[in-house]
């Protein structure tokens, strides 16, 4: 166990390559040291870098806390007593309440051999539609955005433009704390005349970066950038000959942006920002023809996600800025894997392969590759509305792979209630004890970071691969050989008959190049990897990593998308899209004064249930924080460093305050992470109502309102 591997970080979106050298055996605590860690100097996300968390994943390693064997109501048992009960559980709910009882939850943290075996066992043999992941609370309303506008879920950009870009705007993103190796690469190609714009309610560590600051009313991005397409519009700011070649919906998307946004001066009022600071941003952006504008989680968790990122991407096809070098809308991914999710058909409404149902022939070619008469009829229920059902009684069986949906999704309280409704939940994590593990029927040990084998699509759509050295904890195994043991023991045979993850990945490429023709009107599908179909087990365990499309035309990979003016419309034309005003779904009352925002903190991943084993990781912010504007501290009797409650109806929040002139007066922040295993102190995610997005299923995990109180 001497030999250093490359593989990839298991954390964020930015997909950064890690040399991991593991030590002489397995560690057995937390505290062992197994083995070192190290940026890889030869992969094109970090070129050697890693933040902080990338940096201590060794320290995180140890079997301490580990869920080491199969559970069958709390009682360890061997893997073909948990397989079998497994099996059993979803073909009685099968026979007895049809497919659609049983659903699946997933994760961005699995590798997409694992989602792909999922989603076909699922979608394809069980025949539920409703097969759901975390990235519903990520990515879902950029996904939904690119949709509407290119045709396809597809980003058009690579890392490459935020050092190419001239202007930098930076929406709802914190990219300093929450893509930290991104953000050194936009502050080491700061050069003379490169200008960056944030554009976020609170002044965050992205805002040391920042020539501009736009602090706006929460929620009101739309009517920012339905302003900025006004005044490119009425200062000879468009692309009138690109828009003419590429583009529709032009007249129709600016009558509506007129309505909303008729003026500078309307813009800044709904926006609370100066006139000046508004005009500024415009200007700079007219006047820019290399601007990257990268959105994340501050646009797409709203009840208006997917029109905020259409309300970007409609200025970027207006100045014809789309896939170009160091132009283009660029959403930055949460999770290391939301886009391998994404590509397999992990989202509740969609298929595989970036086919969705309604693409005529989708369901039959599907179901014929992959052989089988049970593949789901339609669309199934997205993750808020997939817990609403369970709630009701609808879903016999659940199967959660790792993620923790009684910490992460809004309302937690309900989402408890469902989990301990629901007759049988089954857990697969490598983690023994977390909030969701607390309410499992069957735990099922899966293989964790450095013991598994597979890929990984990062923001800029780059394959990377995941290998492991480690031989796995405990009894643990790799996600996808739990679910094809089970596939075996529900009779679906040699659909699931795999020898390792290459047999999956080969299986997955070929799926994407099915009945997709690049020579086609449409050009085909975006998603194109029939070129690693045919890898030899040498070959896929060497991939270097490589961009989304790999085909003839592409067999070293793409760099950006839609250079050439065509997208993956039925027309091949992009589609600005009419944006109405749409402010969140909560406002502050007389119970409720105070606008809570939710977010990451700089060292912690998700629910902690991996990083909080990292003592140094817990240097930063080692306890649930409140961050206030002072005004509000003390028109609510408190000072700095004082224990407070926010309260919404009868959940609670317990954090200590810090004073924050970067927060806006009547605004909150509370991060996401602190669990109950960590705090008795409550839940952020409580204090988030379940509003979500009418077209992407996402939750508006930016905007609860709660009072605040001292402890
Ligand atoms: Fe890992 Fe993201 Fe940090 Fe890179 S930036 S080391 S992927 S957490």
Redesign the pocket.
């Known amino acids: 166990m001497t030999d250093t591997c490359r593989t ?9 390559g ?1 040399l991991f050298k593991p030590g002489a055996s397995r560690p057995a605590e937390a505290t062992d040291t197994p083995g070192t860690v190290a ?1 890889d100097p030869d992969h094109p ?2 070129h050697g ?7 201590s ?1 060794h320290e995180t390693l140890g079997d301490d806390g580990r869920l080491l064997q199969p559970r069958l109501a709390g009682r360890a048992v061997d893997w073909s007593e948990a397989l079998a009960a497994t099996a059993e559980a979803i073909r009685q709910a099968r026979a007895s309440h049809g497919p659609g009882s049983v659903a699946f939850y997933l994760s961005g943290q699995l590798l997409t051999e694992d989602y792909y075996v999922a989603n076909k066992l699922a979608k394809g043999f069980i025949g539920t539609p409703h097969v759901d992941t975390n990235s519903r609370l990520c990515m879902s309303s950029a996904v939904a955005a690119h949709k509407r506008a290119f045709g396809a879920d597809a980003v058009p950009a690579c890392y490459e433009d935020l050092e190419l870009a001239d202007l930098l705007v930076l929406v709802g993103s914190n990219a300093a704390w ?6 050194q690469r936009m502050q080491a190609a700061a050069r003379t005349g490169r200008r960056v714009v944030v554009i976020d309610p609170r002044r965050t560590a992205t805002c040391d970066l920042a020539d501009l600051h736009l602090p706006l009313r929460p929620g009101s991005d739309t009517v920012l950038f339905n302003g900025l397409l006004v005044w490119l519009a009425d200062h000879g700011g468009l692309d009138r000959d690109y828009l003419e070649r590429h583009c529709s919906g032009l007249e129709a998307t600016l009558a509506s942006a007129r309505e909303a946004a008729p003026d500078s001066a309307s813009v800044a009022h709904q926006c609370d920002l100066p006139v000046a600071d508004v005009e500024t941003f415009y200007r700079w952006f007219q006047h820019t023809p290399r601007t990257v504008t990268g959105f994340s989680q501050g646009a797409n968790q709203s009840v208006a996600g997917t029109d905020k990122g259409n309300a970007i991407i409609n200025c970027h096809l207006a100045t014809g800025r789309v896939g170009r070098p160091g132009a283009s809308p660029f959403s930055l991914t949460g999770q ?1 894997n939301a886009m391998g999710g994404r590509e397999v058909g992990g989202l509740a409404n969609t298929l595989a392969a970036h086919l969705d149902y309604q693409t005529p022939g989708a369901r039959e070619l599907v179901a014929d590759f992959w052989g089988t008469d049970a593949l789901a009829d339609g669309p199934g229920l997205k993750a808020v509305d997939l817990f609403e059902a369970i709630h009701r009684g609808d879903i016999q069986v659940l199967w959660v792979m790792a993620t923790n949906p009684a910490v992460s999704l809004p309302d937690s309280e309900r989402v408890r209630e469902a989990l301990a409704r629901c007759p049988t939940v089954i857990v697969s994590d490598c983690v023994a004890n977390t909030d969701t593990a607390a309410f499992a029927d069957i735990l099922l040990p899966a293989a964790g970071w450095g013991e598994k084998d597979g890929t990984v699509t ?1 923001s800029e759509r780059r394959i990377s691969r995941q290998r492991g050295l480690l031989p796995p904890a405990g009894d643990a195994r790799p996600d996808w050989w739990i679910m094809a043991e089970v596939a075996q023991r529900l009779g679906y045979g040699e659909a699931f008959r795999y020898r390792g993850p290459a047999d999956i990945f080969r299986e997955h490429a070929a799926l994407s190049g099915a009945g997709n023709d690049p020579s086609a009107a449409t050009g085909g599908r975006c998603f194109d990897i029939r070129g690693l179909s045919e890898l030899s087990d040498r070959d896929y365990d060497r991939l270097a990593p490589v961009q989304w499309p790999v085909n003839d035309a592409f067999p070293r990979g793409r760099q950006r998308l839609f250079d050439d003016g065509r997208f993956c419309t039925d027309d091949g034309r992009a589609r600005l899209v009419p944006i109405q005003t749409v402010w969140p779904g909560s406002r502050p009352d007389r119970h409720h004064p105070l606008v809570v925002n939710s977010g990451r903190i700089r060292d912690q ?1 998700h629910t902690m249930t991996r990083t909080a084993r990292a003592p140094r990781l817990l240097q930063h912010r080692s306890e649930p924080f409140i961050e206030a504007h002072p005004r509000d501290l003390a028109r609510h009797q408190l000072v700095d460093g004082d224990l407070a409650v926010l309260t919404r109806q009868r959940q609670r929040f317990v954090g200590r305050v810090r004073a924050s002139r970067g927060q806006r007066p009547g605004e909150v922040f509370v991060p996401i992470h602190w669990n109950r295993q960590f705090t008795p102190a409550g839940l952020a995610s409580a204090l988030m109502p379940a509003v979500t997005d009418p077209l992407s299923g996402q939750p508006e995990s930016k905007h609860g309102v709660a009072a605040l109180t001292p402890f």
Not at 49 to 55: H, S
């Open positions: 990839t970080c298991p954390y964020c979106g930015v997909g950064c890690v940026g996300a970090n870098r890693l933040c902080v968390k990338g940096a994943l929450n893509h930290p190796v991104l953000y290391p990062n991943w």
